[in-house]
């Protein structure tokens, strides 16, 4: 069974740090493009990096850029997140990507169930 | 940056038909991808790359894309297609991921 797996959520004040991982299995991790999405409570889905399996192809919303850093090693993928802002609370999804073109423009086709974030004071 | 809008909601009567549209700027031109979100749960691919079908979806769930909309459509509404739907692209002009506002279907 295709399962991601995210971990490292929590309560943390502004302006500190989290790194956030999720573990992959039941498919060859190594060959597909990931993502991170997050989800604010009530609101709707906000892509947040996506990372290519040979590490080529990166990117970052706006929002992140600068703070969010994403990499993967052989089973995971990572989101180190810095100077975290009230307005990172959410939940943060791991996404696979489908493949068909290995590029940002795939789809997303598997979808852990996310781990929350909560930056707060 | 580029904006994919998406109505609110969308109220439809069972075993009726559901449209979902996603405005954006030439999206005709994007491959478009579809998400189906129930309560509480994680994001399901529906509809990929504007039309296309992943397996296990029911073929009352189809797509079209032209111009400067997408469109979502069910057939043959259930009580279990009540979820929020999203549509999004990759924008390679301005190398943007979006996703749509989100459209809450009711079924009544």
């Known amino acids: 069974e295709v399962q991601l797996v995210e971990s490292g959520g929590g309560l943390v004040q502004p302006g500190r740090s989290l790194r956030l991982s999720c573990e992959a299995s039941?498919?060859?991790?190594?060959?597909?493009?990931m993502h991170w999405v997050r989800q604010a409570p009530g609101k709707g889905l906000e892509w947040v990096s996506g990372?290519?399996?040979?590490?080529?192809s990166i990117g970052y919303a706006d929002s992140v850029k600068g703070r969010f850093t994403i990499s993967r090693d052989m089973k995971a993928l990572h989101l180190q997140m810095n100077s975290l802002r009230p307005e990172d609370t959410a939940l943060y999804y791991c996404?696979?990507?489908?493949?068909?073109?290995?590029?940002?423009?795939?789809?997303?086709?598997?979808w852990g169930q996310g781990t929350t974030v909560i930056v707060s004071s | 940056s580029y904006v994919l809008t998406q109505p609110p909601s969308v109220s439809v009567s069972p075993g009726k038909t559901a449209s979902i549209t996603c405005g954006g700027d030439?999206?005709?031109?994007?491959?478009v991808h579809w998400y189906q979100q129930r309560p509480g749960q994680a994001p399901v691919l529906v509809i990929f790359?504007?039309?296309d079908r992943p397996s296990g979806i029911p073929d009352r769930f189809s797509g079209s894309n032209s111009g400067n909309t997408a469109t979502l459509t069910i057939s043959r509404v259930e009580a279990g297609d009540e979820a929020d739907y999203y549509c999004?692209?990759?924008?390679?002009?301005?190398?943007?991921?979006?996703f749509g506002t989100g459209t809450k279907v009711t079924v009544l």
């Open positions: 996404v696979k990507g489908e493949g068909r073109f290995d590029d940002m423009s795939d789809a997303m086709d598997v």
């Open positions: 039941g498919f060859i991790f190594n060959n597909f493009f």
């Open positions: 990372l290519s399996w040979n590490r080529r």
């Open positions: 030439n999206i005709g031109s994007e491959n």
């Open positions: 790359y504007d039309s």
């Open positions: 999004q692209v990759w924008n390679a002009s301005t190398a943007h991921l979006v």
